[in-house]
């Protein structure tokens, strides 16, 4: 079983950063591979960002790109999410979320792919 605790949420103005953290209880977390999604309020879970276990392969969703950042620090069991020039519609819950991949190379973005997540952490914009 692996837990995954998110912190680094909270109020920001529209332009503003926040660094999304996840850290993960998995001894061999270095196999895993981790993502992050969001959820809105009234809508669907969505996918925001992917990375390989490696840290070497990424992927992001297009309403995020050349925003947000994902890397991980395998050392600290932590995968982390940069946001930077956040908008309004950027408000969400977002989730933190892994799988056991051994050490395949894989950037999963769908979320059935995931077998665990975090309990949310809250971000919200403000215009």
């Known amino acids: 079983q692996v837990q995954l605790v998110e912190s680094g949420g909270g109020l920001v103005q529209a332009g503003g950063s926040l660094r999304l953290s996840c850290a993960a209880s998995?001894?061999?977390?270095?196999?895993?591979?981790m993502g992050w999604f969001r959820q809105a309020p009234g809508k669907e879970r969505e996918f925001v960002a992917a990375?390989?276990?490696?840290?070497?392969?990424?992927d992001l969703a297009d309403s995020v790109k050349g925003r947000f950042t994902i890397s991980r620090d395998n050392a600290k069991n932590t995968v982390y999410l940069q946001m930077n020039s956040l908008k309004p519609e950027d408000t969400a819950v977002y989730y933190c979320?892994?799988?056991?991949?051994?050490?395949?190379?894989?950037?999963?973005?769908?979320?059935?792919?995931?077998?665990?997540w975090g309990q949310g952490t809250q971000v919200t914009v403000s215009s």
């Open positions: 979320a892994a799988t056991y991949v051994a050490y395949s190379a894989v950037v999963l973005t769908t979320q059935n792919n995931y077998d665990y």
């Open positions: 998995a001894r061999t977390f270095r196999r895993y591979a």
């Open positions: 990375i390989s276990w490696s840290g070497g392969s990424t």
